[in-house]
């Protein structure tokens, strides 16, 4: 059996996407004979509070669906003080190179890298590249330059040395995936002859939906589940969005989520946040609602947001209010409705027309596009017989 490790900044008990994601990649490996073992920080995400059972432990090594995760001290925090955030990308990478030295045996010969952090992968790259392993890097978005379109970094000293960290990290590696075609032109630009795979790695609803409920009655009933954080801009949609027949049902938990509960506290606006709820919760709740709106304050080069293709599979349309390649693929799919990033005048002027009877007919179109077009166990077989060439 080919053994192989998975460092990742996120996993389960966890919840987000990139923690989803990262299991299903681990559990598709597994059930494809890889004895998979996975190295975290322990967990505290998205609070940046370490969870209550793993408080005051150094270390703690346990099973998930068969799985050896061996869960590492971190800093944690979710601050918006850049020195913090370092430091607590910094911890991870100290712990793991303790780790490296000492349970040495416990990293299997393949390792696959998750980036970002940009740091900790560097660290995980730099420590194990004189291990002679077989290193796979695993980018789901680009970094500096996401931070940087973000407004979270500006150019200078520091981005240039981010940017000097990015290319080492595209050059140590065997093998590259990438989340999207941009991510991959990016890496192509600065290493041609790195092997690349446009690895997208689709999500897959663990509860089957039910039959696409039919109503032509208003109010247009839109879900936001996910992140609140910067990036997301969901305060200042809740500022600018109007909802004169339909209502905003907002699901998850981040940075944004104290001031968007004062908003809402003092709004008119039909607006209902409902916490943080467990993914195999939401996916039972998501037949209950007519669209799906995916946002980002801008447009950031590289990054296709992953509720595209969770969505797809839960027959939700979506209202695409991100930029980017994922207009591209929503357009393409007929998987809903595409707004330019921060127009809120041509997103209300499309709330306020919607009609559901062609919400509905769209929803019969997704469910048999997210069967041909974004399928998790096909994706993962191309990975599997990579993996097993590299």
């Not at 970002?116 to 695993?138: E, G, M």
């Not at 979270?152 to 290319?167: H, R």
């Not at 801009?233 to 940075?255: D, N, P, R, S, V």
Request: hydrophobic residues 40%; glycine residues 6%.
């Amino acid at each position: 059996m080919k053994e192989i490790t998975i460092i990742t900044n996120y996993f389960p008990p966890e919840t987000g996407a990139a923690s989803n994601r990262i299991a299903k990649m681990a559990l598709g490996l597994q059930e494809r004979g890889f004895e998979v073992s996975v190295v975290c920080p322990l967990p505290n995400y998205p609070k940046g509070k370490i969870f209550k059972e793993y408080q005051g432990k150094i270390a703690v090594t346990e099973t998930y669906e068969g799985i050896e995760v061996n869960r590492l001290w971190v800093y944690a925090n979710n601050s918006g003080n850049k020195f913090k955030r370092l430091l607590g990308m910094v911890s991870f990478s100290i712990s793991f190179f303790f780790f490296s030295i000492f349970r040495n045996r416990k990293i299997a010969r393949m390792v696959i890298i998750q980036s970002p952090p940009l740091i900790i992968a560097h660290a995980a790259l730099r420590f194990l590249s004189k291990k002679k392993r077989k290193l796979i890097l695993n980018v789901s978005d680009l970094w500096p330059s996401a931070g940087y379109e973000l407004g979270a970094i500006k150019k200078g000293k520091t981005y240039n040395l981010l940017e000097k960290i990015e290319k080492f990290n595209y050059q140590k590696p065997q093998l590259v995936l990438g989340q999207s075609k941009e991510i991959l032109e990016r890496i192509k630009s600065i290493v041609p002859q790195q092997d690349t795979l446009l690895y997208r790695n689709f999500p897959q609803a663990s509860y089957k939906p039910q039959p696409a409920k039919v109503s032509a009655k208003k109010p247009v009933k839109i879900i936001y589940a996910g992140l609140l954080g910067i990036a997301q801009g969901i305060l200042k949609l809740c500022q600018q969005i109007e909802l004169q027949e339909a209502e905003l049902h907002i699901y998850g938990a981040g940075a944004e989520q104290e001031a968007i509960e004062d908003f809402i506290a003092i709004t008119q606006k039909p607006i209902i946040y409902h916490g943080e709820v467990k993914r195999e919760k939401l996916l039972q709740l998501l037949n209950d609602f007519d669209l799906a709106i995916v946002p980002l304050v801008k447009s950031i080069y590289g990054s296709t947001p992953s509720k595209i293709y969770e969505m797809a599979h839960n027959k939700l349309p979506i209202i695409y209010f991100a930029g980017g390649e994922g207009e591209e693929i929503v357009n393409n799919h007929n998987l809903g409705y595409v707004i330019e990033p921060g127009n809120f005048l041509a997103l209300n002027r499309l709330i306020k027309k919607l009609n559901l009877t062609e919400v509905y007919q769209l929803k019969k179109h997704i469910e048999e596009t997210a069967i041909s077009s974004f399928n998790i166990e096909l994706q993962l077989d191309i990975l599997s017989e990579k993996l097993e060439k590299t």
